[in-house]
């Protein structure tokens, strides 16, 4: 690959292009392989990983729990996007995008499955009543935000941090176009929180839980180690905002469902129970082995 190209007239699949995340891009949709997905006892099923996306979704059915709504149950389970467990034919029948999060709500008749992780903030919202305010306008607001993340974050996540961290080198002009934009969209929220609790304004709502995870993320330094890069400690609104929200259970809980990576203790691979994230202490993980007693 080199700087310039031009591109031929027609394009065509060259499967070695390089890059973390290369060996699961694929120019078509649809299954795989035969795989059916594991179903829990709870009515709701997820299958997800502990991505900004994942965790969106986690985090509301924690906040959900906290509020002692017990119908919002649910099983997380793990799919492994770098082994290509979303090209699963189980999967692709819940989301056709191939792309987690995926959810199944059992307790509709048929079921109700749910792909796009804003569809299922919403979903859950209605279906509980509860993180979208009724107030008209607010409600509006809260959705404009809920929008605003779902288009934006493509450029932070598939644009910025792709180029900054996962392509095969480092190339000065895409960093330099997504650093200026993930930066814009830094400041859009920055002026927005100075003048607002919230992103809906006084409520906590679905927009915070879909949008905290990637710009709290970015905010916290904790997204593609580039805090120092963007000089995120500049975006003091955001940063009031991002620490307010990381103090809250249902968030702390929802930040570690399907997360197989990071320090141990932040960990939660699949949950299944309430009773999981007290069993998921240090002190219990060495007790069964999982993690190696300190010396
Ligand atoms: N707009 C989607 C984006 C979902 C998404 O991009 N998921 C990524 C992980 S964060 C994924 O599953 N990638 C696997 C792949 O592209 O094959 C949503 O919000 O649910």
Known sequence: ????????????WESESGGRFANINRPIAGPTHDEELKVGKHPFQ?????????VKVTIMFEELLELGITEAEYDAWLVNI?????????????NPNSKIPALMDHSTNPPTRLFESASMLLYLAEKFGKFLPTDHHKRAEAINWLF???GSAPFLGGGFGHFYAYAPEKWEYPINRYAMEVKR????????????EYLAGDEYSVADMGTFPWYGGMARGVLYEAGEFLQ????????????????????KRGMMVNRPYGEPETQLHERHDASDFENNTQDKRIARGEVPAPE
Do not use: I
């Open 1 to 12: 690959m080199t700087d310039t190209y031009t591109p031929p007239k027609v394009w065509e």
């Open 46 to 54: 997820l299958y997800s990983l502990g991505t900004p996306n994942g």
């Open 82 to 94: 770098g082994e290509g467990k979303q090209f699963s034919s189980g999967f692709v029948d819940v």
């Open 148 to 150: 605003w993340v779902q």
């Open 185 to 196: 969209q830094m400041d859009v929220l920055d002026r927005h929180l100075a003048d607002n």
């Open 232 to 251: 995120v400690q500049d975006y003091k609104n955001v940063q009031r905002w991002a620490k307010q929200l990381n103090e809250r259970p249902g968030v």
